[in-house]
């Protein structure tokens, strides 16, 4: 699955995809936690019932990078391939016989919370979950979410665990303000 579709609306910033929609949609931001496949989930729940299209998407960076290392000598690792790998398991968790056309996934180089937050102006809603792939991590260089939730251009939702699909629990989420809808 690839990101790029020939009826985009929204231009690509320089060497990037664009946003796979021709209206703005429901971006979710993955990143392999259990989380963010609880977001991804909701946010397939709820994008039929509000017409919306839904993109997952993983940001990457260089390691070193990340953490303000010095750079990281060039191990061949293809840190995109394994960012958009990640964001199409994630949409394939959900639909194994394949996701629907409304189901796009991608990926944008950058810092997550920078990225996301820079996303969100080209969409209706920014859907995350509330804990990354380290919560040790959160404690030191704050939360995806909410920095997300402070600074995006949409509504954000977070969503706090994963739902249980086939049932009628649905999962808690908050408003960008902490208030628990």
Request: glycine content about 10%; aromatic content about 4%.
């Amino acid at each position: 699955m690839r990101a790029s579709q020939t009826d985009t609306a929204v231009p690509p910033a320089e060497g990037e995809e664009s946003l796979p929609w021709s209206q703005p949609g429901i971006l979710v931001g993955v990143d392999g936690s259990e989380s963010a496949a609880a977001a991804l989930e909701y946010a397939v729940e709820i994008a039929p019932k509000l017409g919306l299209p839904v993109h997952a998407m993983a940001v990457w960076d260089d390691p070193g990078l990340i953490w303000g290392d010095a750079p990281t000598p060039d191990d061949g690792t293809d840190y995109e391939a394994l960012a958009r790998d990640l964001a199409s398991r994630a949409a394939l968790e959900i639909f194994p016989a394949g996701p629907p056309p409304w189901l796009t996934t991608g990926t944008r180089r950058g810092t997550a919370e920078h990225t996301l937050v820079d996303a969100s102006e080209h969409a209706a809603m920014l859907v995350l979950g509330s804990h990354g792939r380290s919560r040790i991590g959160s404690l030191f260089l704050g939360s995806v979410s909410a920095v997300c939730a402070s600074h995006a251009a949409c509504p954000v939702m977070i969503v706090r665990h994963r739902p249980r699909r086939g049932t009628s629990s649905t999962p808690e989420t908050t408003t960008a303000g902490g208030d628990r809808v």
